[in-house]
């Protein structure tokens, strides 16, 4: 038997650990937690022998006599104070078994005053329960884990054509949830040719796109979004498409980034080159008055700061813009070369503005788009503009969702995700009960 500790910073890296290094047929026989995350202990060849002897806990049974020892004294010591303290007798005793004549009541704790001596037993408990969640919490991702892992491999054994088209979806990089929804719409069919293109559509179905131009729609227009994702290029694009078409007299800029640096020199630069008018608001000042002067124009686009979601002027830059008098369409830039979670931290810290839609950025640059599109269907992000290169106009485009789905399946991976990859992503599913497989 073959027996090796692993530490990772949770159970699921732990898992993971163990299946690399021991393989799938590994049996946990310890798990702790420890500093900085949790440890496992795991063998290969392990077979638990049921006639193995129990080794005593000495200490154990000894504080089990004198606890048992103290409850009797106190039992029979509260028997003798008479009917008047029955009730607090019986909520002492709550746990104990009581007589068919006497059915159990949850009892309402309500404590006399005592001494200080509590404090310290309070605190006792209260790192027993921490310590009892723990072990819950490390449970459950344990059968999470193995949940996932079960429910991948009787796919494979069950429906070989279902799991193939589920490692389609996530070479493309699309989330769990997502690619289990497309899958039931076509689980009745069987020609795997004629499965996957119904995907296809499925999918390019679920993206939505603005029934008109927001260009086109007019008023004012916000480009949010975190440090990075291209909100001043996208918006010098929009601005530069706007002049082309129309002229520069019916369109203005507005800065409301003072934190970055040259970020106001930049915007001052596109504007001479448009011959647009740029105003500058800064902190504290009233977004509201910097626009009253430019609502005979028929587009106001507005460059924010990228803050990040602990920055308090980030919720202030958030307020201004759901202000009532202030109408603004805000779009939240995205880069398709951001992580996942990056994108999903976006969406949370920006959602509290108002979000009409997202622009997609960096298309030129990215690996997957698969984790933009789950965003953007499952929060019903319609997509408003796309970008992918540098040049202003040339490389802003309106979205076609078919376009946009062959663009997702052209930059897709390479290579078959591994079989660990795919557990795990099952094993995400039963984080929701409503998010399992089958």
Request: with cysteine; hydrophobic share 40%; charged share 25%.
């Amino acid at each position: 038997m073959q027996v090796k500790r692993f530490f990772a910073a949770d159970m699921r890296q732990a898992m993971k650990l163990v299946r690399d290094e021991l393989g799938a047929d590994a049996a946990i026989i310890g798990n702790r937690r420890i500093a900085g995350g949790v440890e496992l202990t795991a063998a290969l060849d392990y077979t638990p022998s049921a006639l193995a002897p129990r080794v005593p806990n000495m200490e154990l049974e000894d504080e089990l006599r004198k606890t048992a020892s103290r409850i009797v004294s106190a039992q029979a010591e509260l028997s003798m104070r008479g009917d008047s303290d029955a009730t607090t007798n019986r909520q002492l005793f709550a746990g104990l078994p009581l007589t068919a004549a006497e059915p159990l009541v949850e009892p309402t704790f309500k404590e006399p005053p005592r001494p200080a001596a509590p404090a310290p037993a309070a605190a006792v408990d209260q790192r027993v329960f921490d310590s009892m969640r723990f072990e819950l919490n490390g449970l459950r991702e344990l059968l999470e884990v193995q949940l996932g892992s079960l429910a991948w491999t009787q796919l494979q054994g069950s429906k070989p054509h279902q799991a193939n088209l589920w490692r389609r979806l996530q070479r493309i990089g699309l989330s769990g949830p997502l690619s289990r929804d497309l899958l039931a719409l076509t689980t009745e069919i069987e020609e795997p040719r004629q499965a996957w293109r119904m995907l296809l559509a499925h999918l390019a179905r679920m993206i939505a796109t603005p029934e008109i131009e927001p260009l086109e729609e007019g008023g004012v227009i916000a480009m949010v979004g975190p440090a990075g994702m291209g909100k001043t290029t996208t918006l010098a694009k929009l601005a530069a498409r706007y002049v082309l078409k129309y002229g520069a007299s019916n369109i203005a800029l507005v800065s409301m980034d003072s934190y970055r640096i040259g970020a106001q020199e930049q915007l001052k630069t596109l504007g001479r080159i448009l011959n647009v008018s740029v105003t500058h608001v800064d902190p504290g000042q009233s977004l509201a008055n910097a626009l009253d002067p430019l609502l005979r124009k028929r587009v106001v686009l507005i460059d924010t700061a990228g803050l990040q979601a602990s920055d308090p002027a980030l919720r202030l830059q958030l307020e201004s813009l759901a202000g009532r008098g202030i109408k603004s369409k805000n779009y939240l830039v995205l880069a398709t070369t951001s992580q996942k979670q990056v994108l999903t931290a976006a969406y949370h810290s920006y959602k509290r503005c108002g979000l009409a839609g997202c622009i997609l950025t960096k298309l030129d640059e990215t690996a997957s788009l698969g984790e933009v599109l789950s965003l953007a269907i499952s929060h019903e992000l319609p997509v408003a503009y796309l970008t992918d290169g540098p040049r202003i106009p040339d490389d802003l485009h309106l979205p076609r969702r078919h376009q946009l789905v062959s663009r997702a399946v052209s930059v897709q991976m390479q290579e078959e995700p591994s079989e660990e990859a795919m557990a795990d992503m099952f094993a995400d599913l039963y984080h929701n009960p409503a998010k399992r497989v089958g």
